[in-house]
């Protein structure tokens, strides 16, 4: 951690210092790092919000892409029907600030690849900042299926799937358990009768998420 904060000082002292916020740091993504969308469309994206008009643009395969929410430190955008892009600008000390990002696909389950950055848009160690519940989290504590029964019903879900939210007027970050998702609706609704209801929520606490 200490590393990759000396790493983040020593690229602003490159760099102007001057306020960085989520319009201006949209516009500068590079284009890898949200390969659907061109600078232009960016740009006509926040001057259409900015306009109060629908900011919807054509992205790079002919498809429409919206962005739907730009403040100063967070963003929202549907990028196609199926995808999503999420980004918030989190305090790391007074003067350094990292991006969170996530993309979420969703198909029918979703799932979601979170990501940081720094100011110039380097990418980040996501251990730095982030370790992911186990799919164990999502479970509630068993007191009426044996062991072997329970065995069971937690075999349907093979696979992890999470999808991630970052909350718009608050510092944290709310996950879900999608696996039942991709399931028969009969096992669905075994599943589910073990799972705890609400997300897990993690919460930005010195310069990390962690759960709350």
Known sequence: ??????????LLGVFSLHAQDMKTLFIAMPDSVAP????????????FLASNMKAEVKNRFGKLSELKKLTKNYLFMQTTQSSTLEMKLLPLNDSVQ?????????GPACDSEICFY????????????????SSGAFYLPV????????????GKADMDLLKAVLAEDELTLSFTYTVP?????EERKK???????????????????RPM
């Open 143 to 154: 007191d009426t299926l044996t062991e072997e029964a329970y065995a069971v019903v937690r």
């Open 181 to 185: 998702d991709y399931l028969a609706k």
């Open 1 to 10: 951690m200490k590393k990759t904060l000396f790493i983040i000082g020593m």
């Open 191 to 209: 599943l589910a009768l073990y799972m705890r209801k609400e997300p897990l929520v993690y919460e930005w606490k010195e310069g990390k998420f």
């Open 118 to 133: 720094d100011t110039q848009w380097q990418r980040l160690d996501k251990e730095d900042f982030l370790h992911l519940p």
């Open 98 to 106: 990292v991006i969170a990002l996530v993309r979420t696909v969703c």
């Open 36 to 47: 659907l969308l061109t600078k232009v469309n960016r740009e006509d994206c926040v001057d």
